[in-house]
């Protein structure tokens, strides 16, 4: 297997970089080797060999790919599961798949009801940092300590103890799309359709052992770990990752590429979208001798700022379309290529396709079918979904495409509910599923239009009694989603509008949402209208918020709302912000400050 003949081209590059995580700190290929030798060691005597299922959740990226690299060496399935999970989605994931051991971060065993005992708790301290402290005291620190990874001290290295072979039809790794909590819908990905997709990306990407990859995607994605870290791995290269992602500090970004002297950067429309509108003073970003070019994933591309964006920076983008459920990608449009067209997702590459019209005829147009090596095995314990999707080794997509003459293609539309919102596509039925059990009658979740997001999702409530607030669902859903599920707005309906057939008129509900939007206009005689906007944009009560409060110390005002914040502003005051100005808005009071300077 390929992962195998990874590991040998790897023992022979232990002095190159291969990480650049949190505070500059830099791994090398022997420190990974030497961590992965010891845990195959704790993995025989912990029972677990070729097949066993562990859950891994940890926010330590260097912990995280010990682990996965460990874990993939010895033939193990991982199931990877997003440490801001809900304990409900947690609980109903375990009850699916019966892990067979949980290596997690030492918080999260107590909030997702997991016990410790005989499992792998993850908790680095300083003494892992290196330095004269480090090296006195980590003797001492490694033997009271029961964490990960203090713990490896106690575990030999492994030497002519692996696996010669892995069986490639075996799981790699389990990773849950959105799916309702009765129905989750686990990806399936075998060792063979991992590592011969990655060594397709590796081709057509033209990566070498001089590669250095800048993913800040999240790792429980995978964009994030198979197109960061395992890529880098697979080619000798080097995986930047240098800070959490935060879209109110775009010049850490821009500083990157030439710093870490940066060869592609994996990033979503969304993120580029951030980029383009804020790069005053960073223009020349991306002229390096390093820098190749930007892959594109996740989303639908807008053409506009596909082209926009390379005019702006002097530089090129290659767009990917793929799947959860084809690994990473499987359409490209690579500059440099015949295939790099923009407004298109290129051609296929290692795999077929066909356009299958209403009556399933093969057409240059209509749903998109997929057929190769990089397919997922099936929904995990769901038969009924798995036969959905998969017929006579043909994946169905769900999305509606058109071939161009030039034999490009493009992505026209959708067929299944599905909702792209920066990135993450999201099936609305978990957001309506968990609306279910606030005392309202229906709900029904949809993506509207945005410039910024791809789609705004808009969750629509049909009350049974006005006893709760919009302010009350978001807390609610904050407790029970992931972030990036929980809907931008809540608007509530006495009634559905409804179609001939009984059915919720969809678009009739984004022609009402969009109707619905009102521009907030130009008077900031006082504070109110500020506070109003972002009370809205983070869905909380006007009375937790003043004009002392700070990013950080508002629920919801994370990074990706502190430019929905922004472009609210810009909007309701007719003003535009500059870099310099968007970098200093740490509090409401600066952004005040800041608008009645142009107002």
């Known amino acids: 297997m390929t992962i195998i003949h990874g590991f040998n081209e790897a023992e022979q590059l232990s002095a190159k970089v291969l990480a650049v995580v949190e505070n500059d700190e830099k791994i090398t290929y ?28 940890t926010s330590d990226k260097r912990s995280f790919l010990e682990l996965l690299l460990a874990a993939y060496r010895c033939g193990l399935t991982l199931i990877l599961m997003d440490p801001k999970s809900s304990r409900t989605r947690v609980e109903s994931i375990r009850a699916t798949t019966a892990p067979d051991s949980f290596f997690m971060d030492e918080a999260l065993f107590e909030k997702w009801g997991v016990t410790k005992e005989n499992q792998l708790a993850i908790k680095r301290d300083g003494s892992q940092k290196g330095g004269l402290f480090g090296k006195v005291f980590k003797k001492s620190a490694q033997t009271q300590s029961g964490y990960y990874p203090q713990r490896l001290a106690d575990y030999p290295a492994a030497t002519g103890n692996f696996p010669e072979a892995i069986d490639p039809g075996s799981a790699a790794y389990i990773i849950f799309t959105s799916g309702t909590t009765s129905n989750p819908k686990g990806v399936v990905i075998s060792y063979g359709a991992l590592f011969s997709h990655l060594d397709t990306l590796k081709r057509v990407y033209k990566m070498s052992g001089n590669t250095v990859i800048f993913n800040n995607l999240n790792l429980f994605h995978a964009d994030g770990v198979n197109q960061g870290p395992l890529l880098a791995f697979l080619t000798g290269g080097t995986w ?9 500090r775009l010049d850490l970004m821009f500083v990157a590429i030439y710093k870490y002297r940066i060869t592609h950067l994996v990033a979503v429309p969304t993120m580029l979208t951030f980029l383009e509108k804020y790069a005053e003073g960073y223009e020349d970003s991306f002229q390096t001798a390093d820098f190749q070019y930007i892959i594109s994933v996740a989303a639908r591309l807008d053409p506009q700022l596909w082209s926009g964006f390379q005019g702006l920076f002097k530089t090129n983008i290659a767009n990917v379309y793929g799947l959860t459920e084809t690994v990473n990608g499987s359409l490209y449009a690579i500059p440099g290529d015949d295939s790099h067209r923009i407004g298109t997702v290129g051609v296929p590459v290692d795999c077929e396709i066909k356009m299958l019209d209403e009556r399933g005829n093969e057409a240059d147009a209509g749903e998109l079918w997929l057929k190769g090596p990089h397919l997922m095995a099936a929904y995990y314990g769901n038969p009924g979904e798995t036969d959905q999707v998969l017929h006579d080794g043909w994946l169905k997509t769900g999305d509606l495409a058109a071939r161009l003459p030039s034999g490009h293609i493009c992505i026209t539309g959708r067929k299944k509910r599905m909702i792209n919102s920066g990135g993450f596509r999201i099936h609305p039925e978990e957001i309506e599923e968990v609306l279910g059990r606030l005392p309202i009658h229906e709900s029904i979740v949809i993506g509207c239009d945005d410039a910024v997001m791809v789609e705004k999702m808009v969750a629509f ?3 049974n009694t006005g006893a709760f607030t919009e302010n009350d669902v978001f807390r609610f859903l904050r407790e029970e989603l992931e972030p990036e599920k929980v809907p931008a707005n809540v608007v509530f309906m006495d009634q559905f509008p409804r179609n001939a057939g009984g059915k919720v008129d969809i678009p009739k509900l984004k022609a009402l949402w969009q109707d ?28 937790e918020i003043s004009m002392t409060s ?19 502003l810009e909007e309701a005051f ?8 968007i970098m200093s808005m740490t509090s409401l009071a600066a952004i005040r400050s800041i608008i009645q300077s142009k107002v």
Do not use: C
Not at 574 to 581: A, I, L, Q, S
């Open 30 to 57: 022997g420190e990974l080797l030497t961590a992965v030798n010891r845990l195959r060691t704790y993995f025989s005597e912990a029972g677990l060999g070729p097949g066993a299922k562990v859950l891994l959740s």
């Open 240 to 248: 930047v990752s240098p800070f959490e992602p935060d879209m109110s």
């Open 461 to 463: 409530i049909e009350v």
């Open 516 to 543: 619905s939007k009102i521009t907030a206009g130009n008077d900031l005689s006082n504070d109110d209208q500020l506070l109003r906007i972002a009370a809205d944009t983070f869905k909380v009560d006007l009375r």
């Open 550 to 568: 700070t990013q950080g110390g508002v629920g919801g005002w994370d990074s990706l709302n502190h430019f929905v914040l922004i472009t609210n």
């Open 574 to 581: 007719g003003v535009r912000f500059d870099t310099k100005e």
